[in-house]
């Protein structure tokens, strides 16, 4: 069953410390990978996207890496911000046909003073 | 617009109602998604356009639940005689296929309360 997993569900830092959210996922065949930010009350916003041949994207303090033999992926998030709660969603898109993409439930991360 | 655009933001409806979801896609985009994301979990598929069609509407739950597509742009999600279990926020996404990412660029949702 293709499924995507994450970890933490929650999770609680201080403004300043860095974080890393794990994902792993059992989607096959696999196309690419992402990560989503998600504001409460938005749509999801991309932050990055990798394709199984690239192990490591980075958006400004945003950083994912994926392991396609491992099929893990993670997103550090470095010298965090009050702005950066908000749930971080893993999506990986399923390979041929219309790009169905498969989401974990996200890590809702808050940033506190 | 510049981005996809959905209303109403809120809706709240009485059970048994029919609600009408409306989604303004990129100008452009050809494919059009619609999803569904209940209190605490993961976005789940409904249906998918491509143009005025619908390869892929295997994520609808009940035949309460259709959609339609028209002039390749605005697209309607209708549920009928609702439910307390239709409370989630619905949201739509577009696409404009090529290159190696084909992101999807989502509208910020309706959210459904259904009393």
């Known amino acids: 069953k293709n499924q995507v997993e994450q970890s933490p569900q929650s999770l609680i830092i201080l403004e300043g410390k860095n974080c890393t959210l794990q994902?792993?996922?059992?989607?096959?065949?696999?196309?690419?990978l992402r990560w989503y930010k998600q504001d409460t009350g938005r749509g999801p916003v991309s932050l990055t996207i990798?394709?199984?041949?690239?192990n490591t994207k980075s958006n400004g303090r945003y950083t994912a890496t994926l392991d396609a033999d491992t099929k893990q992926s993670s997103l550090h998030i470095t010298a965090s911000q009050l702005s950066d709660s908000a749930s971080y969603i893993c999506?990986?898109?399923?390979?041929?046909?219309?790009?169905?993409?498969?989401f974990g439930a996200g890590t809702r991360l808050a940033v506190h003073p | 617009g510049a981005g996809v655009s959905q209303s109403p933001s809120n809706k709240v409806t009485e059970k048994g109602k029919d609600v009408e979801l409306r989604c303004d896609p990129i100008?452009?985009?050809?494919?059009l998604y619609w999803y569904r994301q209940s209190l605490g979990q993961g976005l789940e598929f409904l249906i998918y356009?491509?143009?005025?069609?619908?390869?892929?509407k295997s994520g609808l739950p009940s035949d309460r639940f259709s959609a339609e597509r028209t002039g390749g742009s605005v697209s309607t999600l209708t549920i009928q005689r609702t439910q307390q279990e239709d409370s989630a926020v619905y949201l739509c996404?577009?696409?404009?296929?090529?290159?190696?990412?084909?992101?999807?660029?989502f509208g910020p949702g309706t959210r459904l309360t259904v009393l």
């Open positions: 994902c792993n996922y059992t989607v096959s065949p696999f196309s690419n």
């Open positions: 999506v990986v898109n399923l390979s041929g046909g219309y790009n169905k993409l498969i």
């Open positions: 996404a577009s696409l404009l296929a090529g290159g190696p990412y084909n992101e999807q660029f």
């Open positions: 100008s452009g985009h050809t494919a």
């Open positions: 990798m394709t199984f041949s690239e």
């Open positions: 356009f491509q143009g005025n069609s619908a390869p892929d």
